[in-house]
């Protein structure tokens, strides 16, 4: 027991910065959904026209979630649980990976090993843990929705909704790292567990029946599959009830006994999945620095762009149906509206120039991530292995940026091509295909800058440049998407690049805003090149 709360407070020291980010982010989103309906749906008569819209189109239901009613918190529940829920999930598995699999591979697991512990105590005190992020992540969201103006009892079975999603995910993530041979394997799928619940769920509820009035809509029982859909039962504003989330922690507990199990009985470093062996001789990809960096980070692009492609299909499948449906509400005309200020183009184009702007943002993390598989390279002792042959950290860094900036224009040409494709199918315009395959790329300029950002984070501080890459990306999304709908000053909002992007086709390309993006990536590159030939490499 002793060995188990000395293990868990080097846990919680080491990831105080990273579970800072995450926890404040959620927290952050958690207030603003809140602030947002609180203040931009006050009206009734507004509430209830954007759900009965969300409650007779699949597509939003898909998207969104169920909704419950029109009051203030049933309305913030449908917009932001899904997304609240996924963010969790996210945090959790990342979490459990970091203090089990890729500990193991990064050598800490053999030291702690070789002291006279249990072989699952690592992993339990992980487990514990992980249990005390979602607690405090309940106890932050419940402030952050009372303080946004929702009703206490609602916001408190709301966080725990969200807490609960994330324990289910602590457990998946706990059983995934027994199976894969690599931290980063374990990532990619459990990862894709999330994503999968989100898609479940949403499949669900697409297939959901509305009710009469079109004010809320039960899921089919497809929704039953997924621990957000139990989330989503319930109904923490109108009917609420936990029961639901007795079969979540039951699904955790289940899985916690389960990977304690297979990790009391397995080796050091093995795993039920084997990892498969090299080729004899290299290609490409293991005689360059170049093809390295692409290779290591090409499995991970692939998911953005399947990611994106999805994206892309429900911005060009949803934008003609919502200009139908608002042609004569001037309301949701007029909220819709209020996503690109000031413009008076198509309401098709707007909406569609919202979603190509999220679809950014996401080309900005592919990038991000690709920029901070440097920091992993040098934890894991494989970049001194490979400065130590005639090879320059400014070739290391520069090359790996290339991959990261190919990265970003990949996932927006894919997220452009896939919205432009389905628009051009339904209009029979094959020119909608180039024109929104510029809308997307119009976003890479702000989304590369993000890429330069990573890169000064690991030269200049390394410890923490995962936390710092991402949660700078995370402050960027909320002040450049999220700005203007909270009302936040215009100079406030003016410090995210994604502020500076041009909502193409909605505004034009604004030629001088994209070469002054550039040019900070560009200064900001160099500047991390020259910082990290000054530095020694650190663990």
Do not use: C, K
């Not at 790996?400 to 996932?411: D, E, F, K, R, Y």
């Not at 119009?442 to 890429?451: S, Y």
């Not at 890169?455 to 998407?481: E, M, S």
Request: aromatic letters at 6%; hydrophobic letters at 55%.
């Amino acid at each position: 027991m002793r060995g188990l709360s000395v293990i868990l407070r080097s846990q919680l020291a080491r990831d105080r910065w990273v579970l800072s980010f995450w926890l404040g982010g959620i927290g952050l989103l958690g207030i603003s959904v809140a602030a947002a309906i609180t203040t931009q749906f006050a009206d009734d008569a507004e509430r209830t026209v954007i759900i009965q819209i969300a409650a007779a189109n699949p597509a939003f239901l898909f998207l969104r979630g169920l909704p419950d009613g029109i009051n203030l918190g049933a309305v913030a529940f449908f917009q932001g649980f899904a997304f609240t829920s996924v963010l969790a999930g996210l945090m959790s598995t990342f979490l459990v990976v970091r203090h089990t699999r890729a500990d193991e591979e990064a050598g800490r697991a053999e030291l702690l090993g070789a002291t006279p512990i249990a072989r699952s105590t690592m992993l339990a005190a992980t487990l514990v843990l992980g249990t005390l992020a979602n607690l405090t992540l309940v106890a932050l969201l419940s402030l952050a929705y009372i303080g946004g103006g929702l009703d206490a009892g609602g916001s408190l079975v709301s966080a725990l909704a969200v807490g609960a999603v994330g324990m289910v995910f602590v457990g998946v993530a706990a059983v995934v790292a027994q199976l894969m041979p690599s931290g980063r394997a374990a990532n990619g799928v459990a990862s894709a567990l999330v994503i999968g619940a989100y898609l479940l769920r949403g499949i669900g509820d697409a297939l959901g029946t509305p009710s009469d009035d079109l004010l809320s809509a039960t899921p089919s029982a497809i929704s039953w599959l997924s621990p957000i859909g139990w989330g989503q039962a319930t109904r923490p504003y109108t009917e609420p009830t936990l029961l639901p989330l007795l079969l979540s922690i039951t699904v955790f507990l289940v899985l916690a006994g389960a990977s304690i199990a297979v990790r009391s009985r397995r080796d050091l470093g093995s795993s039920l999945v084997p990892e498969r062996s090299g080729r004899a001789s290299a290609r490409f990809g293991g005689r360059s620095v170049l093809g390295l960096a692409w290779r290591l980070q090409r499995a991970t692009v692939l998911g953005w762009v399947a990611g994106v492609i999805v994206l892309g299909a429900i911005a060009g499948g949803l934008g003609p149906v919502v200009a139908e449906a608002v042609a004569e509400n001037d309301t949701l005309a007029g909220l819709i509206g209020s996503l690109v200020p000031g413009s008076t183009a198509d309401t098709a184009d707007v909406f569609i120039a919202a979603l190509l702007g999220i679809g950014g943002v996401l080309a900005a993390a592919a990038g991000v991530q690709a920029m901070l598989r440097l920091r992993a390279e040098e934890v894991e002792g494989r970049a001194e292995l490979l400065l130590a042959t005639p090879v320059s950290r400014v070739r290391w860094m520069g090359e790996t940026a290339l991959v990261a900036m190919a990265s970003v224009l990949i996932v927006t040409t894919a997220l452009g091509v896939a919205t432009g494709g389905v628009l051009a199918r339904s209009s029979g315009d094959g020119a909608e295909l180039v024109r929104y395959t510029g809308a997307a790329l119009a976003h890479a300029p702000a989304a590369l800058v993000f890429v330069a950002i990573a890169a000064l984070a690991f030269a200049l501080v390394p410890r923490i440049t995962i936390a710092l890459g991402w949660g700078l990306l995370v402050i960027g999304l909320f002040l450049g998407q999220f700005g203007e709908l909270l009302q936040l000053p215009e100079w406030l909002q003016a410090l995210s690049p994604f502020f500076h992007s041009s909502a193409v086709p909605v505004v034009e390309f604004d030629v001088v805003s994209a070469g002054i993006l550039l040019a900070v990536t560009v200064f900001g590159l160099a500047l991390a090149m020259i910082a990290l030939r000054r530095r020694d490499l650190t663990a």
